[in-house]
């Protein structure tokens, strides 16, 4: 049993680092990564919120996000606006550059998963996802 949960760690990482990779490359003509394409994701379902909100949906540190976001300003892929209730925090927004750009991601992405699930049927599909939540829930406690 022990070996297997090791097989386990093994081929997560090399799923996780696989996929960065290509998508590293899919992504290089939009000058984005694999980092940095969640956060516009991310804000295509929630526009508008603050950096803070980012950071604690992504799970990334607030630094991380502020760098992360200022890249994708300078890209033309966000804004930054003042919160009018709240001066000290920082709104941000889609540009219509990011819109496009967002639809081409998404295409990317679910190539990737039709070639990652190729050979597998739905009832594999559902059991894989179920499994990795229940696994991803195991593994936040070890955080807390």
Do not use: W
Request: glycine share 2%; proline share 1%; no cysteine.
């Amino acid at each position: 049993m022990e070996e297997e949960i090791m097989q386990l760690l093994k081929l997560n990482n090399k799923i996780f680092r696989t996929t960065q990779v290509y998508l590293d490359k899919v992504l290089k003509k939009y000058e984005l990564s694999s980092g940095s394409y969640p956060y516009l994701l991310m804000l295509r379902h929630k526009d508008g919120i603050n950096q803070n909100m980012i950071s604690e949906k992504l799970g990334y540190d607030k630094a991380m996000t502020t760098r992360t976001v200022t890249k994708l300003i300078k890209l033309g892929y966000l804004e930054r606006n003042k919160d009018e209730s709240d001066h000290r925090a920082n709104n941000i927004y889609l540009t219509p550059k990011a819109s496009v750009v967002i639809e081409n991601i998404l295409d990317e992405i679910h190539a990737l998963v039709r070639l990652m699930t190729a050979d597998m049927d739905d009832q594999e599909k559902i059991n894989t996802v179920n499994s990795l939540k229940k696994m991803l829930t195991n593994a936040r406690e070890l955080n807390r």
